[in-house]
């Protein structure tokens, strides 16, 4: 058992609020803990985006005992139905088919922020194109603008506009990199209402859907994000029906 916190300090706060454009970066020095420490509580749902300034928290347990509810009723509702694909497009190109089986499931991680389903693909894997729509990072250096092709499971091609080199240390020299785990996240999370790159996995993949990618060599993971406002996501069931999960970046209610 593992346990992941979200501790604000000068080094990360100096971090996102230098990386996320000029007004992010007008926050004077000396007020960047305090800033992040507020974004912690709006990711979390703690703090309400229209209160700028001593708010009355959220009370925590009766907040999240309810989040805790809606992720494990969702996941028990999703996995009553056994499904075949899953398919991820969006205009800019992602085109991904997640095969699935009786061993797949949906599944939540107990965290600090928590709006992330999960589901892992079928062994044959993922095959099609995936277009990111926000940085990933890999030995603390921003991969940008990355296009990944896969077929029967395996990455078969690759591409940055940014830190393509990055991308190259990552996937090696004849390694072999899969995608071990599709994350939805609605555009509407509270991460991503706060406006801002985290540059931590444990806020950024609450942030917008992703998929992990795993070098089977080095066994080293990379999350890549996809979300978008006009991402549409479909589930193929075993009787040969498609049911729309996502339209427009968001869960469809019901």
Known sequence: KW?????ATQNWADQVFSANGSDAAAVPKDQRVAALWKKIYQCSGLWPFDQEENPVLVPGADYWSKQKDYLTGFSSYLNETVWTDMVMETASGTAL????????????????????????????GISGTLVSSAPSQFQGQ????ITLTFANGLLTSYDASKGKDMLDSYVGSGDQVT??????????????QTGLI???????????????????????????????????VY????????????????????
């Open 235 to 254: 589930g193929v069931t075993a009787q040969g029906f498609e049911i729309q999960f996502f339209q427009d970046g968001n869960w469809i209610p019901d």
């Open 179 to 192: 995608a071990y785990r599709v994350g939805l996240v609605p555009i509407t999370s509270y991460v991503n």
């Open 97 to 124: 088919h997640v095969p699935m089986d009786q061993s797949s499931r949906f599944y939540t991680i107990s965290s600090l922020p928590n709006e992330a389903f999960y589901v892992t693909p079928a062994p044959q």
């Open 198 to 232: 985290y540059y931590n996995d444990l806020f950024d993949t609450n942030r917008l859907c992703s998929i992990s990618l795993v070098n089977l060599t080095t066994g080293q993971l990379m999350p890549v994000y996809f979300g978008t406002a006009d991402l549409e």
């Open 3 to 7: 346990t992941q916190i979200g501790v």
């Open 142 to 145: 921003d991969i940008e603008g």
